[in-house]
């Protein structure tokens, strides 16, 4: 047998794309069974609830439990991420949860929390106030620093995230990303004035080649993995524009470095270069105004407004809506008051 791993999801890659091939002497063996004795860290009930999702794929389709694998029978495997030794302590943080039933939770992250922990964030995130609030999350193996966590957010964007609250709704959401049926709509602040009132951007992502912390586009090819990202002009402030993003692919960092690769950082993104006056006039009045701006922000300004899925009981379509946060609507009413002060001059 040959194991290929490929991340489909790259939120911090916290899912994998299993591929197998079963060998020419393989005997015929129920795939449940099989998967269990081939696959890392991974229960039998965790296979059964991937396997009802359909998440588990072979020659291209969907397949029972009852499923007798035989040689050459290639399998696609869609399950969270194997697990890592780490102690997720509950910590009582105040969260915002937009929604909640007994399948799903829609949480409206503000921004500056980390979503989960990780090195050099060891508490005060996301999860360990989920943690808190939440019993019985679904977590995967000793993976207990990401109970319920389908996806993720940067630590300064604020919006919403989909918590899952068991294992079948887990695999089903997923599954989901998997196939880029979410819908997700992101507000964002950029710089410089749009000559068209929408448009696409497409172009691989992967980690920068001397810069590891953050992400880069790439022609398309052997490097980084495919993203696309929607566009469309909201309002123009002249030196600043505000669009809507939706997002065709979910990759790390995706709108922030596809707006800096089309020259229009996100603003005060420090990390893509929009932390500084990039458009406008040499004045210190308006040298002042971007720097109270900037004071307005923790990171770029950048929002997470609507979610869209099939809900994983009900099977039918839900959509959340979040309003950017009190800041990012006042530094709004900044560029709205100084382009009235302008016009009217």
Not at 17 to 37: A, S
Not at 304 to 328: C, M, Q, R
């Amino acid at each position: 047998m040959s194991t290929e791993e490929a991340e489909i999801n790259d939120q911090e890659e916290l899912y994998e794309h299993y591929r197998i091939v079963i060998e020419k002497g393989q005997m015929m063996q129920r795939i449940d069974k099989y998967l269990h004795n081939h696959l890392p860290a991974t229960s039998r009930n965790r296979i059964q609830n991937a396997i009802e999702a359909e998440n588990i794929i072979v020659n291209s389709k969907p397949v029972k439990s009852n499923y007798r694998v035989k040689p050459l029978d290639v399998i696609q495997v869609v399950l969270p991420h194997p697990v890592r030794e780490f102690e997720l302590i509950p910590q009582d943080i105040p969260i915002n949860i937009v929604y909640e039933d007994d399948d799903v939770a829609i949480i409206n992250k503000p921004a500056g929390i980390v979503v989960h922990p990780a090195y050099g964030n060891y508490d005060g995130t996301l999860m360990n106030a989920l943690a808190f609030h939440f019993k019985n999350l679904p977590h995967h193996g000793n993976r207990m620093e990401r109970p319920g966590l389908v996806h993720r957010i940067d630590k300064n964007t604020s919006g919403l995230l989909v918590i899952a609250k068991t294992d079948l709704a887990m695999n089903l959401l997923a599954k989901e990303f998997f196939d880029r049926t979410i819908d997700r709509k992101y507000i964002a602040l950029v710089w410089g004035d749009f000559k068209e009132e929408q448009g696409t951007v497409t172009g691989n992502i992967g980690r920068n080649l001397k810069n590891r912390k953050v992400m880069d586009v790439f022609p398309e090819g052997d490097y980084g993995k495919h993203a696309v990202t929607h566009y469309k002009v909201l309002e123009r402030f002249g030196y600043v524009t505000l669009i809507e993003c939706k997002l065709e692919t979910g990759r790390t960092h995706q709108i922030r470095v596809h707006m800096k690769h089309i020259n229009h950082p996100l603003f005060k993104d420090f990390e893509y270069g929009g932390d500084r006056i990039l458009k406008g006039t040499t004045f210190t009045k308006y040298k002042q105004f971007v720097e109270n701006c900037f004071d307005m922000f923790p990171g770029q300004a950048l929002h997470a407004a609507s979610l869209g899925f099939i809900h994983p009981t009900t099977k039918k379509k839900v959509y959340f809506e979040a309003d950017v946060p009190k800041n990012f609507n006042a530094v709004l009413e900044k560029w709205r008051n100084y382009v009235k002060f302008q016009k009217d001059k």
